[in-house]
């Protein structure tokens, strides 16, 4: 069982840059794939980035492709998601997930984070 907590969102310039954490519980969170979706009003959750279970593996969405990065330190049980050069159209409620293995589909991915809300303003 692994239990996820988003932070780090918020308001931010078009062009800035928001670091999202995902602090996660439980004993098995080492060996999971940890993966970042978004939701924007009135449209499909849509995959952002994917990270292995080991961090040596990394798939992003084109559209966020040389912007954002995502990461995990497995010793504090937390993944993140630097985003930069943020545009308006990243604005979304951000999930953090978990699935046993990497995955770009949301229906693969078992537990969910409660989701943080990430506005950029033009």
């Known amino acids: 069982q692994v239990q996820l907590v988003e932070s780090g969102g918020g308001l931010v310039q078009a062009g800035g840059s928001l670091r999202l954490s995902c602090a996660a519980s439980?004993?098995?969170?080492?060996?999971?794939?940890m993966g970042w979706f978004r939701q924007a009003p009135g449209k499909e959750r849509e995959f952002v980035a994917t990270?292995?279970?080991?961090?040596?593996?990394?798939y992003y969405a084109d559209s966020v492709k040389g912007r954002f990065s995502i990461s995990r330190d497995n010793a504090k049980k937390t993944v993140y998601l630097q985003m930069n050069s943020l545009k308006p159209e990243d604005t979304a409620v951000y999930y953090c997930?978990?699935?046993?293995?990497?995955?770009?589909?949301?229906?693969?991915?078992?537990?969910w984070g409660q989701g943080s809300q990430v506005t950029v303003s033009s």
């Open positions: 990270i292995s279970w080991s961090g040596g593996n990394t």
């Open positions: 439980g004993r098995t969170f080492s060996t999971y794939a």
């Open positions: 997930a978990a699935h046993r293995t990497t995955s770009t589909v949301a229906l693969e991915y078992k537990y």
